[in-house]
Structures are given as structure tokens and as C-alpha cells.
């Protein structure tokens, strides 16, 4: 079994060794004691999230257009296409459509919000209004957290929450903090 611990190294079981390679090889025999250390070493990130979309141009101009999000890819398939776009940190968001789609998107109750953070949440919600989305609100500097938060909603109405961060947030925070 090879799994990718880190960009440049692997992790190789063989008759329960572990060998780690990278700068140096590392010897660890995995066995029961052992085995929930060894799958916690493993770093793990939330990459990108996809939504469904019923007008991807339209989709494409609020969130390439108005976010500035940068395009780094499409998908094209008989069933769908997807276009995924990339933040300054890499985070991506993926933007589906699927050609046997008609109306409105159903959003259901499962999907809240979706959070951007920006260095400028006035200048990001300014240019969302002017490209049409709705706006929740405006921005506002939040008494129990360290942000700035507005909040839009794109044009298949997923509500979009934009932050721009005033120093780290405590472990608990909140009113009843």
C-alpha cells in the first residue's frame, strides 16, 4: 500500500513496516497500538467545493468578474461542463452545469454559506452589488469576532459571506462565548 504523506515522500507498508522515504528513510512497525498515530500524521485539507449552476456564463461573470477569481480549468463532458476557478491562496471553487438541467437550482437545506476572505470586504461587496448580486448585508465589523463580514448572494442564490480578518479568533467565540 503506498500512501502520499507530503509532496515529496511516500509511505510504503511492506509486512507491517512502514517506510517513510523523503530526506531520510524511516523504519515503523504498524500494529494495533500504533496504527491511529501513524493515520494521524497524514495532513489533511479542504480543497475545493463544487456547486451545480443554471447559467454558467452568467455564473462565470460574478465569480471570475466581480470575486476575480482566476479560471484555471474546464471540464467538458456529453453530460456536463465545469469550469474551476482558484483564489489567491489556491482554494478553488468548481462550477457545474449539467446539460440536463432546467429551472432554478434546488438548494434544499443542506448548503449554508460559503466564506471568501479578502483584505478589502467593502471594495468586494461594492463590486458584487455592481454586477447584480443581491445583497444580505453590508459590511459591518462583527462585535464577538475579529472580521468584517458582508453578505451576498450569488446569481443561482448561494449565499456568499465575505470576511476580512481583524487579527485571529479566539478558540470560542460568539455572544455566549
Given at each position: 500500500m503506498i500512501?502520499?504523506?507530503?509532496p515529496?515522500?511516500?509511505i510504503i507498508?511492506?509486512g ?5 522515504s523523503g530526506?531520510?528513510?524511516t523504519l515503523i512497525?504498524?500494529?494495533s497500538t500504533?496504527?491511529?498515530?501513524v ?5 489533511t485539507?479542504i480543497d475545493q467545493?463544487?456547486i451545480?449552476?443554471?447559467d454558467l456564463d452568467k ?6 468578474g466581480?470575486l ?7 471540464i467538458?463532458?456529453?453530460g456536463?461542463?465545469?469550469i ?6 489556491g482554494?478553488?471553487i468548481?462550477?457545474a452545469?449539467?446539460?440536463d ?9 443542506g448548503?449554508w454559506?460559503l466564506y ?6 467593502a471594495g468586494?461587496?461594492q463590486r458584487?452589488?455592481?454586477a447584480g ?9 462583527l462585535?464577538?469576532?475579529p472580521?468584517t ?12 459571506e ?8 479566539p478558540?470560542?467565540s460568539?455572544?455566549?462565548?
Amino acid at each position: 500500500m503506498i500512501v502520499d504523506m507530503r509532496p515529496t515522500g511516500s509511505i510504503i507498508c511492506i509486512g507491517g513496516w512502514l517506510i517513510a522515504s523523503g530526506i531520510l528513510p524511516t523504519l515503523i512497525e504498524v500494529n494495533s497500538t500504533n496504527l491511529s498515530q501513524v493515520i494521524t500524521t497524514m495532513k489533511t485539507s479542504i480543497d475545493q467545493y463544487c456547486i451545480n449552476v443554471s447559467d454558467l456564463d452568467k455564473s462565470i461573470a460574478f465569480w471570475e468578474g466581480a470575486l476575480q477569481l482566476t479560471i484555471t480549468h474546464r471540464i467538458e463532458t456529453e453530460g456536463f461542463t465545469e469550469i474551476v476557478l482558484a483564489g489567491d491562496n489556491g482554494h478553488r471553487i468548481q462550477l457545474a452545469s449539467h446539460h440536463d438541467q432546467t429551472g432554478p437550482i434546488e438548494h434544499g437545506n443542506g448548503f449554508w454559506k460559503l466564506y471568501l476572505n479578502t483584505d478589502d470586504c467593502a471594495g468586494l461587496y461594492q463590486r458584487c452589488i455592481d454586477a447584480g448580486a443581491e445583497s444580505i448585508s453590508a459590511p459591518e465589523r462583527l462585535e464577538h469576532w475579529p472580521v468584517t463580514a458582508a453578505f451576498v448572494r450569488d446569481p443561482d442564490g448561494y449565499m456568499v459571506e465575505i470576511l476580512e480578518h481583524h487579527g485571529e479568533a479566539p478558540a470560542l467565540s460568539g455572544p455566549a462565548a
